[in-house]
């Protein structure tokens, strides 16, 4: 009966995740206040729930939380494997912005868990890094007993003595009772242990003070244990004596581990019959204990197993429902010519209200007028002519004629495919949540089988923070440099790339095209492309070799 610090003690500080939405605050706090009652099952089932209402690449540290409380409840119930299986499903969620004593908790619980299962080398390793990660000296202190328990597993008491030692002299062991007596009693157990009887006892002794005056009936039952252990060659009428102090204490505060390993020692030291019924009680305990245990596995087991269940079948509605909205969708685009007249209307729309609302600023009105100019040119170059030709292929036609008449649905297919296209261009930008999603969106698509576009992005550009004007400039000039690249450059494929530092954000354009000119560089409105840079305080440098492709670097300063 060896006393490490546990994570599935409740008295353990773990950082609570903060609750934004409903439906994961709602199942956490059912599983808290399950969880603080003891009951497991219930806890363990509303905080798997909680996980799932997560999305894991925006809620990490809530799915941590979740996960690492589901791996303390099966810890407490004794599953040691599921428990590390719980644990190790945090691992990949962890990065430079996860809490440190959310790594430290995981860690701990993984050594835990380990120690229980006797691989006492990855005990060692995971307590080491909980260890290195904790910044205040009592978690310190308390791994390291952590470490020297694991020692004292494997008999090795001469190297647990050197790691006890000198948290005896710490500070902030000394004012914390409960762990001061706790590594008392560890080493004073291990001095018994290395044949020094005295200074074990007065250790020992020392700590059973310390926890009867703070009345940790917990604690003192490893405490009666150890002095029964100590007394169990010498004097084994006090060695009975305090295995049944620490069996009678074990039993007030239901810790069923230390009632078995109490009946273990009273079962040695007792004569004749009494032996037979403390073996009667031993395998009777033992039985159900080994019961409740399998049966909350089993418990787990199943949540987890439903949960999973559950989630497939969403998935599956999930296609079903995608599959039935496609299906709409097509049935929608055989209505051809009402979406000639919606889009043409909107396209219309959008271009008036940028007028309208761009007009009084002196520096934007250049921009709106680029921006007219380039849709009444690709109105009149690219749908006017198309919408003659078919009128006029309509009006002189038989369109009884099957062929003619597939001819007029691909004309206006046509027609409606630029319609959409021009629409695209010069519809509303997204500025919230969804910007940077529906930016790689815009990009994308350009890629074709002529085309391949890359995106590089390590993610470290937080786009909630950056202005909305800014975020207009960039899908702007971004967007102009992808139309440039799908006139003019003739390339098979373009790379853009995004950083950021801490002064500023840069953008990364590059095509291995045949370049361009200053002159095409005026001619195709890349020259807009500076005056959007320079009013959000951004520079942008152009570098093309024919032959070599076409670059442009953006900088912006935060």
């Known amino acids: 009966m060896l006393f490490a610090i546990s994570s599935c ?48 690449s925006d809620d990490k540290a809530k799915i941590i939380y979740s996960l690492l409380k589901m791996a303390t409840i099966e810890q407490i119930q004794g599953d040691y494997a599921s428990s590390e299986t719980t644990a190790t499903e945090v691992i990949p969620f962890f990065d430079k912005t996860t809490d440190g004593q959310y790594k430290v908790a995981i860690y701990n619980i993984l050594g835990n868990n380990y120690k229980n299962l006797f691989d006492y080398n990855n005990a060692i390793y995971y307590y080491n890094l909980a260890l290195n990660l904790s910044k ?56 018994f242990k290395t044949g020094n009887y005295q200074k074990g006892l007065d250790y020992i002794n020392q700590a059973l003070k310390i926890r009867e005056q703070i009345k940790d009936d917990f604690a003192i039952t490893t405490s009666y ?66 019961q409740a245990r399998q049966k909350a596995k089993n418990q787990f087991a199943k949540i987890k197993y439903d949960s ?77 002519n198309d919408v003659y030709q078919t009128m006029a292929f309509a009006e002189t036609q038989d369109l009884q004629n099957p062929i003619k008449k597939e001819t007029l649905l691909g004309n206006l297919d046509k027609i409606y495919t630029l319609t959409r296209n021009i629409s695209r261009e010069n519809s509303k930008i997204e500025t919230g949540s969804k910007f940077e999603e529906e930016l790689k969106q815009m990009i994308s698509g350009f890629s074709n089988n002529q085309v391949q576009i890359i995106i590089k992005d390590n993610g470290d550009i937080n786009w909630l923070k950056i202005q909305p004007e800014t975020k207009i400039a960039i899908h702007r000039v971004i967007q102009e440099l992808m139309v440039n690249m799908k006139k003019h450059s003739q390339c098979s494929f373009a790379v853009i790339r995004f950083e950021s530092n801490e002064k500023s954000i840069e953008i990364s354009y590059s095509d291995n095209g045949i370049g361009i000119k200053d002159s ?34 953006i900088t912006i300063t935060k």
């Open 9 to 56: 003690s409740k008295k353990q500080s773990i950082p609570k995740e903060k609750k934004i939405n409903a439906t994961y605050q709602i199942y956490i706090d059912y599983a808290e206040k399950y969880f603080a009652n003891s009951q497991y099952n219930s806890a363990f089932f509303y905080y798997n729930k909680s996980k799932l209402t997560c999305n894991p």
């Open 225 to 290: 244990y150890h002095l029964s252990e100590f007394y169990h060659k010498t004097n084994p009428v006090l060695s009975y004596h305090y295995a049944q102090l620490s069996y009678a204490k074990a039993t007030k505060v239901n810790n069923v581990n230390d009632r078995l390993e109490s009946l273990e020692l009273l079962i040695q030291n007792s004569p004749g019959n009494q032996s037979k019924k403390f073996t009667t009680n031993y395998l009777r305990i033992n039985d159900s204990l080994n």
């Open 308 to 384: 999973t269940k559950e989630k497939n079948e969403n998935l599956v509605l999930k296609a079903q429902k995608a599959e039935n909205a496609l299906e709409l969708e097509q049935h929608k685009n055989r209505n051809y010519i009402a979406y000639f007249f919606i889009f043409t209307g909107i396209l219309f729309s959008i271009s008036l209200y940028y007028y309208l609302k761009n007009k009084s600023k002196k520096e934007q009105q250049e921009a709106v007028y680029n921006s007219e100019t380039r849709i009444s040119k690709k109105l009149h170059d690219e749908l006017a």
């Open 520 to 553: 095409l560089i005026l001619k195709n409105g890349l020259s807009n492309v500076e005056n959007r840079i320079h009013t959000i305080n951004g520079t942008i440098t152009f570098d093309s070799e024919t032959a070599k492709g076409f670059k442009a670097k």
């Open 136 to 191: 205040d000296e009592l978690p310190k202190a308390i791994l390291k007993n952590n470490i020297a328990v694991v020692y004292m597993e494997k008999l090795n008491y001469q190297l647990a003595i050197p790691i006890l030692t000198p948290l005896l002299s710490k500070k902030e062991v000394i004012d914390n009772d409960e762990n001061h007596a706790r590594i008392l009693d560890n080493l004073g157990f291990s001095y």
